[in-house]
Every structure is written in C-alpha cells, then in structure tokens.
C-alpha cells in the first residue's frame, strides 16, 4: 500500500471527528436553550425598610431599629444611615416587632409587621423627643 492512499483517508478522518465534535456542541446548546428554565425561582426571604423621623419629620440619622422575628424570637439589628433609612434583608417570613430609638428619643414599637418572602415590607417610625428641647 502506497503512502498516497493512505493521505485521503487521513483527511476523512479529521473531518468525520471536526463533524462530530461540532454536532456534539450544537446538540450541547440547543439542550441548554431548549430545557426548563429556572431564572424564576423565588426568593425565600423578604426585606424590611423604612424611615426613622422625629415629631418635625427630619430624619434621625444612627437611629437603631430593631426586627424581633416574633416565632421564632430571632431578633436582627441595624442603624439607619445619614437619611435615616434602615434596611433589613433576608429576613424570615412572618409576623416581625419593629423597634427605633435613638439617644434623647423616646422608643417606637410597631407590633405585628408582616413580612412576606419575595416583598420588600415599608414601616416608618416616628420617634418623640425626651425632655424639653433647649433653644
């Protein structure tokens, strides 16, 4: 057998293995196009936000505002920033406590906050100045 018939079955070979290598990835690809999608799975959280203000309605900027989770009595703390914004995320859904105080405030409790997964839940707290305010 001479060298020069060997040549095209080398070139056959290369080509049949290029074919099912590119079949392969199109099959590859269409499965990944074509198979049930989970980008809308849900979340198994919820979040809680709101603004801590006093009696004037400006902001109450460091404020602490707790989330007390009343089931399972996780409680999760965070201060509000200079807009006096808090956020909790991932919270547990349930029934939650929300509680803001600030230094020379009194305390807010706001009872029975539902906090739902996938929901962003709003509660504001409006905090009462202690003592009389020097002018």
């Not at 001479?2 to 269409?30: D, F, G, M």
């Not at 309605?57 to 920033?81: C, F, M, Q, Y």
Request: net charge positive.
């Amino acid at each position: 057998m001479s060298n020069q018939s060997l040549v095209p079955c080398a070139h056959y070979s290369r080509n049949k293995i290029w074919l099912e290598t590119v079949a392969c990835a199109v099959s590859l690809l269409l499965g990944l196009f074509l198979s049930p999608r989970t980008t809308n799975a849900q979340v198994l959280y919820g979040s809680l936000t709101g603004n801590v203000t006093d009696p004037s309605k400006a902001s109450v900027p460091s404020s602490h505002v707790e989330a007390l989770n009343i089931k399972t009595g996780v409680v999760r703390g965070a201060a509000t920033d200079a807009s006096g914004i808090y956020l909790f995320r991932e919270l547990q859904p349930g029934i939650y406590k929300v509680t803001a105080s600030a230094p020379n405030f009194g305390t807010n409790v706001i009872e029975n906050v539902r906090v739902d997964a996938n929901t962003e839940t709003r509660v504001d707290a409006q905090l009462a100045w202690l003592g009389k305010l020097l002018l």
